[in-house]
């Protein structure tokens, strides 16, 4: 039987990141881009990731390259 190893998306360990580092809640972002905080939680559980708009947004949110979202190891 195959593993069902999940590997937590980097979109989310970064969004954690940088969320800690500049001291800003789910709901802030959210409002920010106009997404329902529920979306920032999946984001940042790794559960989803935000489409290729919605992760440029994040990186002006940020003031970071979108890279850093898809580059960061879980």
């Given at each position: 039987m195959?593993?069902q ?14 969320m ?9 972002i959210?409002?920010?881009?106009g ?38 190891a879980?």
């Amino acid at each position: 039987m195959p593993s069902q190893t999940t590997r937590q998306k980097p979109v989310g360990a970064a969004l954690r990141r940088l969320m800690a580092e500049q001291d800003v809640r789910a709901e802030e972002i959210a409002y920010k881009l106009g997404v329902s905080a529920s979306t920032v939680a999946r984001w940042m559980a790794g559960r989803t990731e935000p489409n290729r708009g919605m992760g440029e947004r994040l990186a002006e949110l940020f003031e970071v390259e979108r890279k850093v979202f898809y580059e960061e190891a879980a």
